[in-house]
T-cell receptor
Framework: GNSVTQMEGPVTLSEEAFLTINCTYT??????LFWYVQYPGEGLQLLLKATKADDKGSNKGFEATYRKETTSFHLEKGSVQVSDSAVYFCALSGDGGATNKLIFGTGTLLAVQP | DSGVTQTPKHLITATGQRVTLRCSPR?????VYWYQQSLDQGLQFLIQYYNGEERAKGNILERFSAQQFPDLHSELNLSSLELGDSALYFC???????????????FGPGTRLTVL
């Protein structure tokens, strides 16, 4: 079945460092891809999305490009801030079935130190 | 604020008991999804309703059930609770199912269930 694999955390960075969180997927058909963020004690918020190959999603300085050839959707940010500390989830939907349920990766904890 | 509300925020109960979690979707959203977030299983899809009808089931136990009412709010019922049911339960909503699989879901703040 469809699945998402993302890099284990925690990822600890200093402020203004470059961030990459790797995400790869296995899917039949043409899924949509998402990054969700979960701040401490809160629910999930959609960070960015891409609905077809070569699409680039971007928001708040974060970017991810839908790469069909490598089945990847890596999250990047050029300069992280302390306020970016959170858990990041890669997800896909649109598995071709009757539902648009989201399938999530295990989440990556990002800790940014001042 | 996503516009999705969930009550209660926290729930503490004992093994063997039954609880009901409530979700109100964003205004105009017809689809409601339930997810469970636990340390060992991660984030897992439980069940989806669309305009009052069950649309899909995921890894939902037989002890769990859900429904969506005419006003589109949804309830998740968990019965014969076990210690392992302790988790964060999220509700999400979306406008409708769009062809092609694109589906932006908006999540509520979750209900944290603790079974003692």
């Amino acid at each position: 079945g469809n699945s998402v694999t993302q890099m284990e955390g925690p990822v600890t960075l200093s402020e203004e460092a470059f961030l990459t969180i790797n995400c790869t997927y296995t899917a039949t058909g043409y899924p949509s891809l998402f990054w969700y963020v979960q701040y401490p004690g809160e629910g999930l918020q959609l960070l960015l999305k891409a609905t077809k190959a070569d699409d680039k999603g971007s928001n708040k300085g974060f970017e991810a490009t839908y790469r069909k050839e490598t089945t990847s959707f890596h999250l990047e940010k050029g300069s992280v801030q302390v306020s970016d500390s959170a858990v990041y989830f890669c997800a896909l939907s649109g598995d071709g079935g009757a539902t648009n349920k989201l399938i999530f990766g295990t989440g990556t904890l990002l800790a940014v130190q001042p | 604020d996503s516009g999705v509300t969930q009550t209660p925020k926290h729930l503490i109960t004992a093994t063997g008991q039954r609880v009901t979690l409530r979700c109100s979707p964003r205004s105009g959203d017809l689809s409601v999804y339930w997810y469970q977030q636990s340390l060992d299983q991660g984030l897992q899809f439980l069940i989806q309703y669309y305009n009052g009808e069950e649309r899909a089931k995921g890894n939902i136990l037989e002890r769990f059930s859900a429904q969506q009412f005419p006003d589109l709010h949804s309830e998740l019922n968990l019965s014969s609770l076990e210690l392992g049911d302790s988790a964060l339960y999220f509700c999400a909503s979306s406008v409708r199912q769009l062809a092609g699989g694109y589906n932006e879901q908006f999540f509520g703040p979750g209900t944290r269930l603790t079974v003692l």
